[in-house]
């Protein structure tokens, strides 16, 4: 089974209320050395930055956290505002040296090691630059930077060890799930298994809007009357040669799995399109028209629902039922086809209500 794509992303509890409550108290102290009624225009407009970076931070949906555009420009955004700050605060000040801790912990919930290391080296960057500025590069002030390089090394380091320690701990729970979620027949993922795969992609989709996938649902056609006329043993070898078949329809990072009985499952990541679903569907059909050796030869066809994950939905079970409905609707129109779904025809319209609930709820 092709390995499946997940985004590398270290921070997998909601980093918003730890990036609210860091960027408030940045903005506090900000606030804090500005003289009451003598705010010129520039401090102005700073404020404006600093209010729009924590209404962005309380109102974003929380898929946009794991963005590189919205780190780094919540980061170079603050660093802007402090850099223009020691114009008028000497850089040695408490007030600006806590202001740069607090940038280098908001640096640390990035979605991945270089883009850590892009933002903090930024930030050290910036408070030799704000040294240059004021003409201390000579004086005791230097010492902070090393400390800056050391917290930097503390963060890197820690978020290095607790990555690895996530892959150790993945690794292992995948080998667990696969010797107790696999189907004892065939050897795939069965449907619990298959279940949390889909759950994962849904979860990719959800931090990266680039990703998409689609769904397969695969009911064999003609099947019970081999498994009536033949027996179960000419049955489960029917089931156990497509699977091999169906295993080599797929592109690397496919997954597929049996659901129960004739029924088998497909989940195609990293898709551009339906393009992609409807080549893997196509490749299905022609590879399931092969003969099958029982002891005699037999043949089976499919009939093929396709759920795309452009479609209304918030859990693996969603897709699984647009596919699944597509399917029948596929066997309606005369078996051995596939039918993308469309939600308006496969979905009752109080689900497609609660499905929306649903998203809105998860994207805060």
């Not at 996938?213 to 156990?240: C, E, Q, S, T």
């Not at 399931?288 to 093929?304: C, T």
């Not at 897709?319 to 086809?337: E, H, P, S, T, V």
Request: charged letters at 20%.
């Amino acid at each position: 089974m092709g390995g499946m794509y997940t985004p590398q992303a270290l921070n997998h509890t909601n980093p918003r209320p730890y990036l609210v409550l860091l960027h408030v108290i940045f903005l506090s102290l900000y606030l804090s050395h500005l003289q009451p009624f003598a705010v010129t225009r520039l401090q102005g407009w700073l404020i404006i930055v600093l209010a729009t970076f924590t209404l962005m931070l309380l109102t974003l949906p929380r898929g946009q956290f794991s963005k590189p555009w919205f780190i780094g420009a919540l980061i170079l955004g603050d660093l802007g505002v402090l850099l223009a700050t020691i114009r008028d605060v000497p850089s040695t000040a408490p007030l600006i040296i806590c202001a740069w801790v607090l940038l280098l912990a908001m640096a640390s919930y990035a979605s991945s090691l270089p883009q850590i290391v892009i933002l903090s080296s930024l930030l050290v960057i910036g408070y030799g630059f704000s040294l240059h500025h004021h003409g201390l590069l000579e004086s005791d002030a230097t010492l902070v930077l090393p400390v800056l390089l050391c917290l930097t090394m503390v963060l890197l380091t820690k978020t290095r060890l607790a990555q690895a320690q996530i892959e150790r701990i993945t690794e292992t729970e995948e080998q667990v799930r696969n010797e107790s979620l696999s189907d004892a027949l065939t050897g795939l993922p069965n449907r619990v298994q298959f279940l949390e795969r889909v759950s994962r992609s849904v979860e990719c989709g959800r931090n990266n809007q680039d990703f998409h996938f689609a769904v397969l649902f695969i009911d064999l056609d003609g099947f019970k009357p081999i498994n009536d006329k033949l027996g179960h043993k000419a049955g489960d070898a029917v089931l156990r040669h497509t699977a091999k078949r169906l295993h080599g329809c797929l592109r690397k990072g496919d997954i597929v799995g049996r659901y129960g009985g004739d029924e088998f499952t497909l989940l195609i990541n990293n898709v551009s399109g339906p393009l992609d679903a409807i080549r893997v569907a196509e490749r299905v059909l022609n590879k399931l028209k092969e003969p099958i050796n029982v002891g005699e030869q037999v043949k089976v066809g499919a009939s093929i629902g396709i759920a795309l994950s452009t479609n209304l939905h918030e859990r693996a079970e969603d897709l699984i039922r647009d596919a699944d409905g597509a399917m029948y609707r596929a066997k309606a129109q005369g078996k051995n086809r596939y039918v993308i779904s469309d939600q308006s025809v496969d979905t009752p319209k109080s689900e497609l209500k609660e499905r929306l609930q649903r998203t809105a709820r998860s994207n805060w």
